[in-house]
Nanobody, 119 residues
Framework: QVQLVESGGGLVQAGGSLRLSCAAS????????MGWFRQAPGKEREFVAA????????SYADSVKGRFTISRENAKNTVYLTMNSLKPEDTAVYFC????????????WGQGTQVTVSS
């Protein structure tokens, strides 16, 4: 089992920045990659960004490329999502998740943190 706790959400004006954190505990040695997803009201959950735990390879949704940066701090078992140039359409609940292999679906999920971007 891996437990995840997100923090850092809040209310920000359009054009502003936020940094989300996700701390992992438990069987962290099993982590292959960590990702961020988001779900806006009335919409399905969507992929935002991911990073592999050992090599640090990253991937991003097209909608956030150039604005969001995912990073990790292995010593603290923590992944970050730095969000710049925020837009109202970025408003959503943001979740972090863990996958334990390259072809295995994300299995462990945090409780989510609300990000609200006002226009």
């Amino acid at each position: 089992q891996v437990q995840l706790v997100e923090s850092g959400g809040g209310l920000v004006q359009a054009g502003g920045s936020l940094r989300l954190s996700c701390a992992a505990s438990g069987r962290t040695f099993s982590i292959y990659a960590m990702g961020w997803f988001r779900q806006a009201p009335g919409k399905e959950r969507e992929f935002v960004a991911a990073i592999t735990w050992s090599g640090g390879s990253t991937s991003y949704a097209d909608s956030v490329k150039g604005r969001f940066t995912i990073s990790r701090e292995n010593a603290k078992n923590t992944v970050y999502l730095t969000m710049n140039s925020l837009k109202p359409e970025d408003t959503a609940v943001y979740f972090c998740a863990v996958r334990i292999g390259p072809r295995i679906p994300y299995e462990y999920w945090g409780q989510g943190t609300q990000v609200t971007v006002s226009s």
